[in-house]
């Protein structure tokens, strides 16, 4: 079964500095890889997905993933944080073609700072 | 405009009841899912659809049910037997295409409440 780990529980980034929320996940195959970002009490918005192709993904709001197979890695990144970044972020893990089930970390929490 | 619209947003239950959430998507999507989300414990998937009339158990189904008598909706009910209901609730949608892994849809959330 696949699973995902994000180390992070909660980042503090100043505004207008770098972000990166790290993401690892445990599969056999090639996995499917989202990221999506929850403002509290809201539902979740899909910021990117990897498939195959291209290791660097762009997605909305300014932000860019990096899938390394060899790190199992997928790793969220964006060159300058926003005050309205400000949210939680989930990265998950479809099990292949034809698997209907996501596994979601258990997120990161973002807190920026004027 | 397309999109899933869970109701209602706030939900308070007495102990011992059960109480339906309602899921409706004018996406056209064939796969349907409701999560349960805890703090700090990210997204547990409860129950899925793939088709009209069918629907399997996700890792947490136990005190729950579910049907699916159209494809643009998905009702859960928090039976009495549910332990620990008191979360946020979650519904999603997929377009099921054999081409490429899809992403799912959200909507807005369910908070319930037991009291």
């Known amino acids: 079964a696949q699973s995902v780990t994000q180390p992070d529980i909660h980042i503090t980034v100043s505004e207008g500095a770098s972000l990166e929320l790290r993401c690892n996940y445990s599969y056999g195959a090639t996995p499917y890889l989202f990221w999506y970002v929850q403002s509290p009490g809201q539902g979740l918005q899909l910021l990117l997905k990897?498939?195959?192709?291209?290791?660097l993904v762009q997605g909305i709001k300014g932000f860019e993933a990096e899938f390394k197979r060899s790190q199992s890695s997928f790793n969220l990144r964006k060159p300058s944080v926003h005050w309205s970044d400000a949210a939680e972020y989930f990265c998950a893990v479809g099990a292949g073609a034809g698997s209907y089930q996501l596994t979601f970390g258990k997120g990161t929490k973002l807190s920026v700072i004027p | 405009d397309g999109g899933i619209t869970q109701s209602p947003k706030y939900l308070f239950r007495k102990e011992g009841q059960n109480v339906t959430l309602s899921c409706e998507q004018n996406?056209?999507?064939?796969?349907m899912y409701w999560y349960r989300q805890d703090p700090g414990q990210g997204l547990r998937l409860i129950y899925y659809?793939?088709?009209?009339?069918?629907?399997q158990k996700g890792d947490i189904a136990e005190g729950y049910s579910v049907s699916r008598e159209k494809k643009e909706s998905f009702p859960l009910t928090v039976t009495s037997a549910q332990k620990n209901p008191t979360a946020f609730y979650l519904c999603?949608?997929?377009?099921?295409?054999?081409?490429?892994?899809?992403?799912?849809?959200f909507g807005p959330g369910t908070r319930l409440t037991v009291l």
């Open positions: 659809s793939q088709i009209v009339n069918d629907f």
């Open positions: 999603a949608s997929r377009e099921d295409r054999a081409v490429s892994y899809n992403e799912q849809f």
């Open positions: 990897y498939f195959s192709g291209d290791t």
């Open positions: 996406l056209n999507h064939d796969a």
